[in-house]
């Protein structure tokens, strides 16, 4: 498996604050996603980027900004979180454009 | 209308029987991923194939590019099998990745 860990693994936070989750992986992959995960909706991909600094929005970018200033981390931050911002978000990183190897996923409650 | 369409959403099989799960996307794809996520934990890739049929043990996974339909199959089933399995679809530019909402299985010793 590929080395990728996500912090935090849980966290709740109050609607309004600002919340960074990291993705850090250690393959030296060039292409990290993050995704959110929601009963009903599956995964649905939020941003990814194709190198340092190169990002771009996915289906459900609103409310999200990322930042990759090192091949190994992809920072997701949630610039006023709300409770609709409550989810499981998981990163996935690869080598080559389709492959996914996901991280273990983090626990975001906005109460 | 989902890109991703998976079936059946809910599957409860024997210890030993032969499973199916299935899945048909309306975007153009050059690869299909294969997911499996057990209860609480992480997601990991199964399998991703581009053309024909890939076996891993006792998985198997086909892929018809022109009837945009795959299929997952496990033979002689056991209760380790338990788990949510999801379809995911590269778009073929790459950028954007759809995935079916998962087939959750259960297997009953």
């Known amino acids: 498996d590929a080395g990728i860990t996500q912090s935090p693994r849980h966290k709740v936070t109050e609607t309004g604050t600002p919340v960074t989750l990291r993705c850090h992986q250690t393959e030296n992959h060039r292409y990290m996603y993050w995704y959110r995960q929601d009963p009903g909706h599956g995964l649905r991909l939020i941003h990814y980027?194709?190198?340092?600094?190169?990002?771009d929005k996915g289906e459900v970018s609103d409310g999200y900004s990322v930042s990759r200033s090192k091949t190994e981390d992809f920072l997701l931050t949630l610039e006023s979180a709300t409770s609709s911002q409550t989810s499981v978000y998981f990163c996935?990183?690869?080598?080559?454009?389709?492959?996914?190897?996901f991280g273990p996923g983090t626990r975001l409650t906005v109460t | 209308k989902n890109e991703v369409e998976q079936s059946p959403q809910n599957l409860t099989a024997q210890e030993g029987e032969f499973i199916t799960i299935n899945c048909s996307y309306s975007?153009?794809?050059?690869?299909l991923h294969w997911l499996q996520q057990h209860p609480g934990g992480g997601i990991v890739s199964l399998f991703m194939?581009?053309?024909g049929k890939k076996k891993h043990g006792r998985l198997i996974a086909t892929i018809n590019i022109q009837e945009k339909h795959s299929s997952l199959h496990i033979t002689a089933s056991h209760p380790r099998d338990s788990a949510v399995y999801i379809c995911a679809a590269p778009l073929s530019t790459g950028n954007q990745f759809y995935f079916g909402t998962g087939t959750s299985l259960t297997v009953i010793p």
């Open positions: 194939l581009s053309s």
């Open positions: 996935a990183s690869g080598a080559e454009i389709y492959e996914q190897y």
């Open positions: 975007v153009g794809i050059s690869a």
């Open positions: 980027s194709y190198g340092v600094k190169d990002t």
